[in-house]
Structure formats: structure tokens, C-alpha cells
């Protein structure tokens, strides 16, 4: 017979699963400084998911300590999240997936006369909440859509951090949220806010059962 104190130092000494790392890329280089039409904002937001960031920026060194602890580190495959990656990780390893781009925001097709600028309370604010509060999409990924992949994703970053050490995505704001949502769901809990400014991330660990 087994002892059963050989089992439950077995248990004891069970991986422990990691932390999960939410990072919003650094600014971009493109300005804001420019009032659009709606057909405008989606030609600024193509060049926005072509531009890689503002030259002169400086990570937080806590995101460097992340990404140092870090076992497993993800990007996504646009270029203002490769460049954050490059900058946080310091030459370590990381790998970039498709599946960690931003949410899209297509704009609702308003009257021409309608000029606003590309801030997230002007365009962004608007294309956000006809995506997710009305679904209004075109051809772009719809809202549904998005939820089901954010939770794929979710569900992959928890695979990693069961295998011990902790986990950095270094990816995108709203799609971010989005995967934070899913991961509350799956038992996390919110260790670390710092909202949806640049270099701004979202830590969550797992909560322990008493």
C-alpha cells in the first residue's frame, strides 16, 4: 500500500500555475493630429496596423521584469507589437501570433460631414461601441467572432501557465480586455491595473481555493 503521506507531499509539491501578463503596445508612429471623414479613418487605421512606434520611447522597467520572470512570451504579428516585444524583452525570445491582433474598428458610414479625429474619444469611441453594442462590422471580424477567439486565446495562455512559470502577451487594448474578461471566467483574479494607456498592462493570477 502506497503512503498516503508520500501522496499528499505529491500534491503539495504540484506546479503551480503562472501568472498571466496583459501589455498594451507603446505609442505608435502616427499622429492623431487630424480630423477624417469616415472613409478617411479607415485608411488611418490601415496605416495605423502598418506603423511600427514612436522613436524615443522608454518601456517601464516593470515590464522588463515581466518579460525577465517571463516563461512564455507572445506578441501579436502587427508591427507596433512586434516593436513593443523587441523593447521589453531585451533580445529574449518571444513568438508572435495572428491570433493576438487588435479587435477591428470599422467605422458606422456617417455623412461625410462628419469629421473626427482618430482618438479613441472620437472615432474610436464611436467604431467601438456600433461594433460591440450594435455589431456593425461589414466585412470586418464581428463581435462574436472576436469573443470566441478571445477566449481561445485565453484558454491557450492558461495551457502555458500550467506548465509552470508565467506567461507576457504583449499585444493590443481592446482585444486585450477582452481576453481578461475570459480568463475572470476561468477563475483569475486582477493583481495588477494600469488601464488602456501605452505600455499599460493587466496582471492576473489564479485564485487559490481555501
Same mark, same amino acid.
Given at each position: 500500500?502506497?503512503?498516503?503521506?508520500?501522496?499528499?507531499?505529491?500534491?503539495? $509539491?504540484?506546479? %503551480?500555475?503562472?501568472?498571466?501578463?496583459?501589455?498594451?503596445?507603446?505609442?505608435? $508612429?502616427?499622429?492623431?493630429?487630424?480630423?477624417?471623414?469616415?472613409?478617411? !479613418?479607415?485608411?488611418?487605421?490601415? %496605416?495605423? /496596423?502598418?506603423?511600427?512606434?514612436?522613436?524615443?520611447?522608454?518601456?517601464?522597467?516593470?515590464?522588463?521584469?515581466?518579460?525577465?520572470? $517571463?516563461?512564455?512570451? =507572445?506578441?501579436?504579428?502587427?508591427?507596433?507589437?512586434?516593436?513593443?516585444?523587441?523593447?521589453?524583452? /531585451?533580445?529574449?525570445?518571444?513568438?508572435?501570433?495572428?491570433?493576438?491582433?487588435?479587435?477591428?474598428? &470599422? &467605422? &458606422?458610414?456617417? &455623412?461625410? =460631414?462628419?469629421?473626427?479625429?482618430?482618438?479613441? !474619444? @472620437?472615432?474610436? =469611441?464611436? @467604431?467601438?461601441?456600433?461594433?460591440?453594442?450594435?455589431?456593425?462590422?461589414?466585412?470586418?471580424?464581428?463581435?462574436?467572432?472576436? %469573443?470566441?477567439?478571445?477566449? %481561445?486565446?485565453?484558454? =491557450?495562455? !492558461?495551457?502555458? @501557465?500550467?506548465?509552470?512559470? /508565467?506567461?507576457?502577451?504583449?499585444?493590443?487594448? +481592446? +482585444?486585450?480586455?477582452?481576453?481578461?474578461?475570459?480568463?475572470?471566467?476561468?477563475?483569475?483574479?486582477?493583481?495588477?491595473?494600469?488601464? +488602456?494607456?501605452?505600455?499599460?498592462?493587466?496582471? !492576473?493570477?489564479?485564485?487559490?481555493?481555501?
Amino acid at each position: 500500500m502506497r503512503d498516503t503521506n508520500m501522496i499528499e507531499q505529491g500534491k503539495s $509539491a504540484a506546479v %503551480k500555475v503562472g501568472a498571466i501578463t496583459l501589455v498594451r503596445h507603446g505609442e505608435p $508612429a502616427l499622429s492623431r493630429r487630424v480630423k477624417l471623414d469616415w472613409r478617411g !479613418y479607415v485608411e488611418w487605421w490601415a %496605416k495605423y /496596423d502598418q506603423a511600427g512606434l514612436l522613436e524615443g520611447q522608454t518601456p517601464p522597467p516593470i515590464l522588463h521584469k515581466f518579460a525577465n520572470e $517571463a516563461r512564455y512570451i =507572445f506578441s501579436s504579428t502587427l508591427p507596433r507589437s512586434i516593436e513593443t516585444a523587441e523593447a521589453v524583452c /531585451d533580445g529574449k525570445g518571444f513568438t508572435s501570433l495572428e491570433a493576438l491582433i487588435e479587435a477591428p474598428l &470599422p &467605422p &458606422p458610414h456617417l &455623412p461625410s =460631414f462628419i469629421r473626427l479625429t482618430p482618438n479613441s !474619444y @472620437a472615432w474610436g =469611441f464611436v @467604431a467601438r461601441v456600433c461594433w460591440w453594442y450594435l455589431n456593425i462590422h461589414g466585412e470586418a471580424e464581428g463581435r462574436e467572432v472576436a %469573443k470566441v477567439r478571445a477566449r %481561445k486565446v485565453a484558454e =491557450f495562455l !492558461y495551457e502555458k @501557465a500550467k506548465e509552470g512559470g /508565467d506567461v507576457l502577451v504583449l499585444a493590443h487594448g +481592446f +482585444f486585450n480586455l477582452m481576453v481578461s474578461i475570459e480568463l475572470k471566467k476561468m477563475g483569475y483574479r486582477k493583481t495588477l491595473e494600469e488601464g +488602456f494607456k501605452y505600455w499599460g498592462c493587466r496582471r !492576473y493570477e489564479l485564485r487559490t481555493r481555501k
